[in-house]
């Protein structure tokens, strides 16, 4: 039997169709075994540069069912696919437009593992940008979450990824809020280790996620969190300590309640019994398979984001004014909702809009235009889905990574002009937050005005009733 490793397909490559990889191989193989030679760019079904999107498959072959001097070929082929230096050109622009990688989230990532031990400047951060720290127990998910919320993996995926042995940093740059590294942490580290710079760790952390796998027995995972949080905290009290408890698409609703309340319970009592009493836990129910990692990382990047307040009450003074029952401001490539109005979030309609985002982005992947410089999601991008229950999902571009995705009433869908017009006003004032970021970053201390200055105007967004 002779084998290797083959892509099984990937959007980039084959628009999208996930059964292209599988007929490509029979081909190519079919070719091989009636004597035909194939290059490794044939139809684009060998990437070199980038992972497969899909998965792979291994390609077990027995010899004896083919002609002569198939074995040959085939290994030959395989020594060639082997031994290729990657040399992926950029023939096209992605479907998203430039700039925008689809299954990549970062900016100049590097798909291989951080090695801490070998980076003398471990702490560098460029533009001041917050870091999330994944932590937990090995085999709690944390790469999976990882891999699932900012790199568009398939739950189904990650049951293939390996432990964690190094620290993995990730930049994330979607768009002008969306922007920090996460850090993805080793279950085995040891805050003892001489090696271990928990100053340099954790000084410059914005929010430390700790990963409890529910399904497990929890007791040596809540031990790992009480110390971690306790290093944590002395080092840096301004941490924002997140608790998910992953893995609970197993679990019946009452043990999911049960295990949050326990978890809970214990926690807390553990860190007021060593004089913790001060610090405050945020714990959420997550799974990969469902949309409640999404809701719980949108939970996380909002505390990182100055400029939330506004963004909320700029979402206020919409949905009041145009008559819009819910609305979200999502970042398009990870489905966060960076900011929502002061109304309760209904898991239902986040799912919903969530949805909608991947309808609209595929359906402009399929049929957009094929300029050069166009991309699927741009100024001109809206979407209006009706539902059988009289409720309609209107999603606007705000701008290339932003959209604004709102819930109403199909009644007061009639007033369409009125709510577009508040859209662009809506839109307007995000642009001057981004304006005032700019302000604020590039401003000396000496002569940086208050943020309640440089925000007053957008307090009174001129909407029309």
């Known amino acids: 039997m002779k084998g290797c490793l083959m892509p099984l397909g990937g959007a980039e490559q084959t628009s999208g169709y996930k059964g292209y990889g599988l007929a490509a191989l029979v081909e190519i193989f079919c070719g091989i075994s009636a004597g035909a030679t194939y290059g490794p760019n044939i139809r684009r079904w060998m990437d070199t540069k980038r992972k497969a999107n899909l998965g792979q498959c291994f390609i077990a072959v027995d010899p004896e069912c083919f002609a002569s001097g198939f074995e040959t070929r085939l290994s030959d082929l395989m020594s060639h696919l082997r031994h290729m230096e990657p040399s992926y050109e950029q023939e096209e622009e992605d479907h998203y437009g430039p700039g925008y990688e689809v299954g990549s989230y970062t900016k100049d990532y590097n798909d291989g593992p951080y090695d801490g031990e070998n980076d003398l400047n471990l702490n560098s951060n460029p533009e001041g940008k917050p870091r999330i720290l994944l932590m937990g127990l090995r085999r709690s998910g944390k790469s999976s979450i990882q891999k699932v919320v900012f790199h568009k993996m398939s739950p189904n995926e990650t049951l293939f990824l390996e432990s964690t042995n190094k620290i993995v940093k990730d930049e994330i740059s979607n768009s002008s809020f969306v922007q920090f590294q996460i850090w993805d942490f080793p279950g085995q580290v040891d805050f003892f280790d001489p090696n271990f710079d928990c100053e340099m760790i954790f000084g ?52 999911k309640i049960e295990a949050q309340r326990d978890i809970h319970q214990r926690a807390n009592d553990e860190l007021m019994e060593e004089g913790f009493d001060s610090v405050n836990l945020s714990f959420y129910l997550t799974s990969i398979y469902d949309h409640s990692i999404f809701e719980a990382f949108s939970k996380v990047v909002q505390k990182l984001i100055p400029q939330l307040p506004t963004l909320e009450n700029l979402l206020n003074i919409f949905v009041s004014n145009s008559g819009i029952e819910k609305a979200f401001l999502f970042d398009v490539v990870s489905k966060i909702y960076i900011a929502t109005d002061s109304s309760p979030v209904d898991m239902q309609s986040y799912e919903l809009c969530c949805d909608m985002i991947d309808v609209v982005v595929d359906i402009s992947c399929i049929y957009g235009t094929k300029e050069a410089d166009g991309a699927a999601f741009d100024h001109q991008s809206l979407s209006l889905i009706k539902l059988n229950n009289s409720t309609i999902l209107y999603l606007r571009e705000v701008n290339r990574f932003l959209a604004l995705v709102c819930i109403l009433r199909e009644d007061h869908f009639a007033r369409q002009g009125l709510i577009d017009y508040n859209f662009v006003c809506f839109r307007n004032a995000i642009q001057e937050v981004f304006e005032v970021r700019m302000q604020l970053q590039q401003a000396s201390n000496n002569t940086n005005p208050s943020v309640g200055d440089l925000l007053q105007p957008l307090n009174s967004v001129a909407l029309k009733e």
Do not use: W
């Open 204 to 255: 410059g952390c914005g929010a430390l996620v700790f990963v409890i796998d529910a399904q497990d027995d929890y007791i040596d995972a809540l031990m790992k969190l009480n110390l971690t949080v306790t290093r944590a905290y002395k080092v840096n009290p301004n941490i924002r300590f997140e608790v998910f408890i992953h893995k609970v698409d197993g679990l019946s609703d009452d043990h």
